[in-house]
């Protein structure tokens, strides 16, 4: 009987080869050779899944914005009302502190992100990882800012999209501070939080 091959497992494992040498050495020092030392598998197993080191590198970024996104929506599940649904606020505050590092794996893909960002100047659609939020998320944070506000019974306002924009500046910028250590993760908390209640309005 043949052998089963989890070829998605396989190519995880050199995914989480090139975050650890990203993170390590940085992304310029990412190459096919050292994903294959630090995966323990031989150069064939690389280069038969990638055809070359953008190849590679492309799919482990992608790979950690998945594993992101994942994280959020685990997150916001974890933290659902008594009615099984997580209320506006809820999401919204979950969101943002995914950009922020709770816990070591969090560390270890905002400290991936920075070091991918530091490449962006010379090759800009390595920027995307950081990026404050494309219009779609935009679009969905002012959703949430204008029910959480309607539910916290505050004055409506006019300036969702512009204060979802600037919630996810502000927390990129927080999040880029505690991966290089100018912040705690809980003191860059403290501060979006503050944020949050300011454009949410007092109930």
Not at 18 to 34: E, N, Q, S, Y
Not at 128 to 137: A, I
Not at 174 to 198: E, K, S, W
């Amino acid at each position: 009987m043949p052998k089963v091959v989890d070829h998605d497992a396989r190519r995880r494992r050199l995914a989480e080869a090139v975050w650890t040498l990203t993170i390590r050495d940085g992304l310029a020092g990412v190459t096919l050779r050292k994903v294959a030392a630090e995966a323990g598998v031989s150069m064939g197993q690389v280069q038969h899944y990638y055809a070359s080191r953008e190849d590679l590198v492309a799919d482990a970024v992608a790979r950690a914005v998945q594993a992101v996104n994942a994280r959020i929506e685990a997150s916001v599940r974890n933290t659902a009302g008594t009615d099984g649904e997580p209320d506006a606020e809820t999401i919204l505050r979950e969101c943002l502190y995914a950009v922020l590092a709770r816990d070591e794996e969090g560390m270890r893909f905002l400290r991936l992100s920075v070091a991918v960002l530091g490449q962006a100047v010379s090759d800009p659609s390595m920027a995307t990882v950081l990026r404050p939020g494309d219009d779609g998320l935009v679009t969905f944070t002012a959703g949430l800012i204008a029910t959480a506000r309607n539910d916290r019974g505050a004055a409506p306002r006019d300036d969702e999209r512009i204060a979802a924009d600037i919630c996810w500046t502000l927390a990129t910028g927080l999040g880029v501070d505690v991966a290089l250590g100018y912040r705690t993760p809980g003191n860059a908390q403290q501060v979006l939080d503050h944020h949050i209640d300011g454009i949410l309005g007092r109930p």
